[in-house]
């Protein structure tokens, strides 16, 4: 496209110069694609105007070919970008059945750029940004940044040259290590150096002097707590294997002790442990019913948490005594309207002067996603930072008393990175930027530590000889990253949900390991995905701006279109005739009970009144199997049945050991149900029969955490992915 006329134009708190290729909001640079700039800049000049799609791609990237699934990425990312006008409402608008037009109010300056400038101190600069992809040195930084620090950008055979001479340089042997310096997004230093090598590190916390941090990791057994000195690497187990796992870590200011929340997928409500920092008696705060970790006032004297309450409708911010005593909710997000993160996160981080709470919030708006406000310990009151979202936030701290750290998750393209904001700036800067993924998270000593996560994951054919109580794997792919879904097609080959492209799309390939391709583009495929038995078409959860709703596909998955409209419908299953799915509906501010979505007409009715996890239904249709909590009795989780129609309890399976993935399928012969073991390394499967007789345990489904199965046809066969994750703690200066 032809660079925008030479002048600046103001629209709300930003500022458009096109001669510099430069968008400011409130005075800060705005860090941007060129598409997006590029389309920024076509809708500003055309401001008002109601423009075709097709005007805007001919206009914007002329004489090239650009799906109009591009035209829409780009316009989400726009938005995310521009966020909403004063009073709300989107600055570019979609005009249903033409097009998008930009709709705000903008101010046009003329801007003498060409005038002589006497004396500067500021400088221009250049990026050429390269990524790579190491598999033989996984300390390799992926990502690399050259910077002309002149005041003029060098010239068009300058720039090929040493474009050329940067590939050179990674095709050749440079390398760049962990612990080396790197660019952060923000133009400074950054550098990352490993705390851990074991690649089995689940969860991390630290000391706010800087002195320890403290970390558990995958163990045959379970998952044990460790605690690691700083400055000089020792490092001293505190507690041994545990079947549960931990899903909250926190040390108190006087860095006297660590507060763990475990989790048994067997046991109803997570618990709050706190034991000495070397190690010692373990006592449990009751009354404390939270699945993330704590955060603790300067003082120590006080701690925040989330929860779920569903009797109130409400995930809730509270605070209490550092005993579990005085509890009170302190804010509360309504179903259906917001919500807390309130389950493997660390989603509130007390300030250092102790006035405020920074909290990660999912807004259930028409923009969702999830951003940060400041709470007031003392009245609740709420501060927002800033408007800008992210698909999910879970893990917050505060690096100063300005300025606070946090994950921010993206759906697509699929990446968790660390980013910064200023509490009274609003400021967001992305700290880092690279082929990783990032969780946990936490400030000491004025650095951040988190878990650097680096998965690979396999599918697998296994053939299952229940005489032997064995299954024999087939691997058919292997790739880095996950692989979070997989199931049998109507011809026997194999779908499943890879990040290859950049993005959460659905791939096919052969049961032999040919034929790999991508079948869909700008899916979002998220949560589930079931298979017609009669046409082989395909209904899958897809996420978009914070909400979850049911799509339809052709077994090629072409002519892709809405089932259902959320806000929160997940974990799909056909019924064996095609002509209706159940599926979950809840997540994080809706309780989680069964629905049916009726094929034809679209229409939802409910499955029976109680709280049901990923149903499924029969082979013969008649029965669905499901998780909850069984309240009435133990408190554990169990595999309950009731009548697909009419929704009546049948009764209910346990588990003979316990459970640590909560999938569960149907055998085809409708006779038992599988359900995924994990012995801290190797995958095993269980099949319960439904008449209560005993289980039979099939070992030889791979090593790793299973992330999906199902069953073949004929029951003899099953397909599975594994992931292996290589996660170790990183300490990162910026």
């Not at 605690?227 to 041994?240: D, K, Y």
């Not at 650095?447 to 599918?459: D, I």
């Not at 439904?690 to 099953?718: H, M, P």
Request: glycine fraction near 10%; aromatic fraction near 8%.
């Amino acid at each position: 496209m032809e660079r925008l006329s030479a002048a600046q134009f103001r629209f709300g708190e930003f500022e458009l110069d096109g001669e510099r290729r430069k968008l400011s909001h409130a005075g800060r640079e705005v860090r941007m694609k060129a598409k997006a700039f590029d389309l920024l800049c076509y809708l500003v000049e055309n401001r008002g105007k109601q423009l075709t799609k097709s005007e805007i791609m001919d206009g914007v990237w002329p004489g090239q070919f650009v799906e109009e699934n591009n035209l829409s990425v780009q316009i989400s990312a726009l938005r995310k970008i521009l966020g909403t006008q004063i009073g709300g409402g989107h600055f570019v608008v979609t005009i249903p059945g033409k097009g998008y037009s930009f709709v705000a109010e903008v101010e046009e300056r003329g801007v003498a750029h060409n005038e002589v400038i006497i004396e500067t101190h500021s400088r221009s600069q250049v990026v050429i940004e390269e990524e790579i992809v190491t598999s033989s040195d996984e300390n390799a930084v992926e990502r690399t940044q050259l910077r002309f620090p002149d005041r003029t950008r060098p010239s068009t055979r300058t720039t090929a040259i040493l474009v050329g001479v940067v590939a050179l340089l990674f095709t050749g042997a440079a390398y760049f290590y962990i612990g080396s310096p790197q660019q952060s997004e923000a133009g400074g230093s950054l550098e990352l150096s490993k705390v851990t090598s074991t690649g089995r590190i689940t969860n991390v916390a630290a000391s706010a002097d800087g002195v320890y941090a403290v970390f558990s990791q995958t163990d045959p057994g379970g998952e044990s707590l460790w605690l690691h000195h700083l400055a000089t690497g020792a490092q001293q187990r505190i507690m041994p294997p545990t079947e549960a796992r931990f899903v909250g870590l926190a040390v108190t200011p006087d860095t006297n002790f660590i507060y763990a929340t475990t989790f048994s997928t067997n046991i109803a409500d997570p618990k709050l442990l706190r034991m000495p920092i070397l190690g010692g008696p373990v006592e449990e705060i009751s009354g404390i019913t939270t699945g993330a970790s704590v955060s603790f006032s300067p003082d120590g004297r006080q701690m925040a948490f989330t929860r779920s309450r569903s009797s109130e409708k409400q995930t809730q911010l509270m605070i209490a005594d550092a005993d579990g005593s005085n509890m009170r909710v302190l804010l509360g997000a309504d179903y259906g309207k917001r919500s807390f993160a309130n389950f493997r996160a660390s989603p509130v981080a007390w300030s250092p002067d102790g006035t405020m709470i920074a909290a990660a919030i999912n807004e259930h708006d028409e923009s969702g996603g999830s951003r940060i406000i400041l709470v007031d310990p003392k009245v609740g009151n709420e501060i927002s930072v800033a408007d800008q979202r992210w698909d999910i936030i879970e893990n917050v701290v505060w690096t100063n008393s300005e300025n606070i750290a946090f994950i921010g998750h993206s759906i697509e393209p699929s990446a968790s990175q660390i980013w910064t904001i200023g509490a009274k700036t609003g400021a967001a800067t992305q700290v880092t930027n690279d082929l990783n993924a990032y969780n946990w998270l936490a400030s000491s000593g004025g650095k951040l530590l988190a878990v650097q996560k680096r998965p690979t994951s396999t599918v697998e054919i296994v053939e299952i000889d229940e005489k032997t109580k064995s299954g024999t794997g087939r691997e058919i792919l292997r790739e880095s990253g996950l692989i979070e879904l997989v199931d049998f097609g109507s011809e026997g080959e194999v779908l499943y949900l890879s990040h290859a492209s950049g993005r959460r799309e659905l791939w096919q390939i052969g049961s032999d390991g040919s034929g790999q391709q991508q079948l869909t583009v700008n899916s979002n495929l998220t949560f589930g995905m079931t298979v017609s038995p009669v046409d082989g078409s395909i209904v899958f959860a897809a996420t978009e701006n914070g909400k979850h709703f049911l799509k339809i596909a052709d077994k090629e998955g072409k002519n892709v279109r809405k089932l259902s409209e959320g806000p929160e419908d997940l974990f799909p299953s056909f019924s064996p005739d095609g002509r209706a799915v159940i599926f979950q509906r809840g997540l994080r501010s809706l309780p989680l009970v069964a629905e049916r979505i009726d094929m034809n007409d679209g229409s939802r009715t409910p499955v029976g009144e109680s709280y049901a996890a990923r149903p499924r239904i029969s082979p013969d249709g008649s029965t669905t199997a499901y998780y909850f909590i069984d309240t009435e009795t133990d408190g554990r989780w169990k595999i309950g049945l009731m009548s697909s129609n009419e929704g009546k309890f049948l009764g209910k399976l346990t588990f003979p050991r316990t459970i640590e993935e909560r999938q569960l399928r149907w055998h085809p012969s409708g006779l038992s149900i599988g359900q995924i073991i994990y012995d801290g390394e190797n995958v095993g499967l269980l099949l319960i029969p439904i008449n209560g007789g005993e289980a039979v345990q099939i070992a030889g489904l791979g090593s790793g955490r299973t992330n999906s199965f199902n069953w073949s046809i004929d029951g003899k066969r099953i397909v599975i992915s594994n992931t292996q994750h290589s996660q170790d703690v990183v300490r990162i200066s910026y």
